[in-house]
Every structure is written in C-alpha cells, then in structure tokens.
C-alpha cells in the first residue's frame, strides 16, 4: 500500500500516531493530553479520530454536531479553548449512539478519507489514536498515511507488558519508529495522605521501555480528575507533569521548529 498525498488545502508538517497493544489502556487520554500540550505550546494542532468503532475524541474536547462540509470536503470540527481541529466519524453520524458495523475495508476507507478529503489547513502536528491492537485498521493508517513515530502506552499489568512488546514489534515492522512509551495507570497517589499505592502491581513500564530499546516517557497516575474532565469534554482544561513529557518528546522525535506565534 502507498502513502497517500493530503488535498491541496492541507499541509501538516508532522502525523504522530497513538498505539497500544490492546484496548482501555488510555490510548485517546494520551492522544488528547498530547494534542492540548503541542496546542498549548503554540503549535496548530489537529487530531483524527481513527478508532472508527470506538470513537471517544470528540466527547473528550466536548465538540458534537455534524462536521461542515463543502465541495472541497469536510472541515474539522475546532474546540473552542485551543482551537484543536478534529475529525471522527461520530462527527459525521446522525446520532452518536449508534454503533458503526461496517467491516474492514469500510473502516481502512474511512481513515484514508479522514486524511485525503478533510480540509485540514496549515498544521504543525496531527496526532492519530489509532483503535487499540494490531489489526486491520492501524495496519492500514500506518501504511497510508505518512506517520513519523508512534507513541506506544501501556498498562502496568503483565498482560499489557506482552501487549506492548506486540505493539512495538509491529511498529518495527512497518518500519515506524517508537517516540517513546508512556505506562498510565501506573499507581495512585492518596489525596489525603498522598501515599502511592500500586494497585496493578509495581510500576513496569520503565523497565519494558528499556528491555525493548524505546525512550520511556513517564508514568501516568490514575487520576480521577482526569476521567472527570475527559466525561465533561473539558480535556483541554486538565494539567499533569505528564504533558509536557508528551510534547516534548514529540517536538524532539519530529525536530519540529518552534511554533509561529
Ligand atoms: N490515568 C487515568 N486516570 C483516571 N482515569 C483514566 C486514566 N486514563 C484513562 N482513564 C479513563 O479510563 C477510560 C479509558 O481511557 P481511554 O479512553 O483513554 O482508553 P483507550 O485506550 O483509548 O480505550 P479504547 O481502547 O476503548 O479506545 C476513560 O474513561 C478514561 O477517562
Ligand atoms: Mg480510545
């Protein structure tokens, strides 16, 4: 499969995409907390929705309705603190709550448009979370669309542990480089006392990032906060330490200049 070209009314200099072995490990946290720290850094900054059947970006940024469109294509939809333009399929349903049940190929259609048809702009980073696993669908965003690097997340269970081997390993059959691994959930910390308590067991993904040569990003606690927000769709108002790491090793991976105020 080739890379396709983005329309003549899109330039985005640099595509990150978001991966995890396997699903409900804070992938689209990851992708949004990423996508607010470049915003908030100044850079211009859009994300696409690519997990087509669980679709949650748009919910988290609290942007809903139907997408604009003209005869150009579709238009993203932009939040309103950052000016984060975004595109998922639930922007494009007439109802939300409806599953999307179309197969494979459907799906893989559906992402290349996001990246052919969507009237992006002038972009300085797009970031993908791409649907959990190694499947079809971050098989074919990562061989169509020109993705510079993948974050990989993970989960400090030993399951999850394989699951990142699995999604790394993938990554470095496509021959797309790991910017880095960020392991969520990593404890909790006690808001009265501020006692850390581990409860997927101790930490591992500092080790993991180690054993499989990736640069490890950070932990990130299990902050209820941070669920709260994402339901309210005011993700763009969260603060954790975490962001910045995320922006920072995107910026270094991809040599992006400094934004243009
Ligand atoms: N560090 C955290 N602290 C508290 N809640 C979290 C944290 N990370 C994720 N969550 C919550 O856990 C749920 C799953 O997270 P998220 O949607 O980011 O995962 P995902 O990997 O994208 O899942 P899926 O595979 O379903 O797409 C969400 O409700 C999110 O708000
Ligand atoms: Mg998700």
């Known amino acids: 499969m080739e890379e396709y070209e983005q329309n003549a009314l899109s330039s985005t200099r640099h595509v990150i995409g978001v991966m995890s072995g396997k699903g409900g490990v804070g992938k689209s946290s990851v992708t949004a907390l990423t996508a607010v720290a470049l915003a908030r850094m100044g850079y211009r900054v859009g994300v696409m929705d690519a997990d087509i059947t669980g679709p949650s970006i748009p919910q988290m940024f609290g942007v809903h309705g139907k997408l604009d469109s003209a005869d150009t294509g579709l238009f993203p939809a932009q939040t309103e603190r950052l000016g984060i333009r975004i595109v998922s399929l639930n922007l494009l349903l007439d109802r939300e709550d409806r599953p999307v049940v179309w197969r494979g190929p459907l799906l893989a259609g559906a992402v290349k448009q996001f990246w052919t048809d969507v009237t992006w702009g002038d972009l300085d980073f797009m970031v993908i979370d791409l649907p959990p696993g190694t499947g079809d669908i971050p098989l074919s965003v990562m061989q169509s669309i020109p993705v510079e690097g993948l974050i990989t997340v993970s989960s400090p269970q030993d399951v999850a542990a394989l699951v990142v081997r699995k999604a790394v390993n993938m990554a470095r059959m496509m021959e797309k480089p790991v910017i880095g691994l960020v392991e969520n959930m990593s404890y909790i910390a006690c808001p009265k006392c501020g006692e850390v308590i581990h409860p997927f067991g101790k930490p591992a993904g500092a080790e993991l990032a ?33 962001m910045q790491g995320l922006a920072d090793a995107v910026v270094k991976h991809t040599g992006a200049g400094a934004p243009k105020k």
Do not use: C, K, Q, T
Not at 210 to 238: H, K, N, T, W
């Open 210 to 242: 180690l054993e499989m040569e990736v640069p490890f990003i950070g932990e990130m606690p299990i902050d209820p906060s941070l669920s709260e927000a994402a339901d309210r769709g005011e993700i763009e108002a969260y603060e954790s330490p975490i």
